[in-house]
């Protein structure tokens, strides 16, 4: 959108020959920049709507239990959940569902595709973050009760119970290692890394488990 009004103003400004492009002195060169900017601004809408339309389309969406998933997490957002971790969650309040799922669609290879063709949604599981690379490949799917998280070297899922963890590490620069401590005693290594949700995330959704389920048992 913002390329859209940047380059109706440069062409408006061109054509008055009151705005010049820096550099150049010529106002057709301000006017040819403004109708690139336009051109992408318009294809990039139509992109992502066409994108969401198609998405809203997808026959995994027919799973009431995909759907319901979806309803939950637009409720627990709306209600304030997850205030503690960020009031910008709080905009989902003013999303109809259809809006909110064209938001966070599920496609083949991305983090919610690969959660809801793996995994089936638990009772009382609602979304609080996922994690896509640039090219739409995804990484992991953080919710209230559970991580989902692949690893960057046997790219296998792994599904984490929040509830289990007894402490969680991260090392590493550009790729982390990702060392979860279960409270059995057990040891999670994940290596290769490139894309996990905020460790601070992480540390509050475990600290703050039962505020987030009003007191129920989460599964493990």
């Known amino acids: 959108m913002a ?18 492009l820096r550099g150049t002195d010529s106002s ?13 601004g318009l294809y990039s809408t139509i992109k992502n709507y066409t994108t969401k339309q198609k ?27 997850l205030d503690f971790l960020d009031l910008n969650f ?8 259809e809006s909110f799922i064209g938001s966070f669609p599920p496609s083949e290879e991305n983090a919610l595709g690969l959660f809801f063709s793996n995994f089936k ?4 599981e609602f979304m ?20 989902i998280q692949k690893d960057g ?23 982390k290692e990702l060392t979860f401590v279960m409270k059995n005693g ?11 949700p905020n460790e601070n995330y992480i540390r509050k959704l475990i600290e703050n488990r039962v505020h987030i389920t009003e007191g129920q048992q989460i599964p493990g």
Do not use: C
């Open 55 to 81: 998405a809203l389309h997808n026959p995994i969406l027919e799973n009431e239990e995909i759907k319901g998933f979806y309803m939950k997490t637009k409720d627990a957002w709306a209600l304030g959940k």
């Open 153 to 175: 070297q046997s790219k296998k899922l792994y599904a984490i119970p929040l509830e289990s963890i007894s402490e969680f590490k991260t090392k590493g620069s550009w790729t």
């Open 128 to 147: 609080v973050g996922i994690g896509n690379s640039s090219s739409r490949k995804g990484w992991f799917v953080l919710t209230n009760l559970r991580l």
């Open 3 to 20: 390329n859209i009004i940047i380059g109706i103003v440069f062409i408006i400004g061109g054509a008055s020959g009151k705005l010049v």
């Open 121 to 124: 949604p638990l009772p009382d």
């Open 28 to 40: 057709g060169a301000l006017m040819v920049v403004g109708a690139l900017l336009l051109i992408w």
């Open 90 to 97: 709080k905009k989902a309040s003013g999303m109809t569902l």
């Open 186 to 196: 057990e040891t999670l290594n994940l290596s290769k890394v490139e894309i996990f």
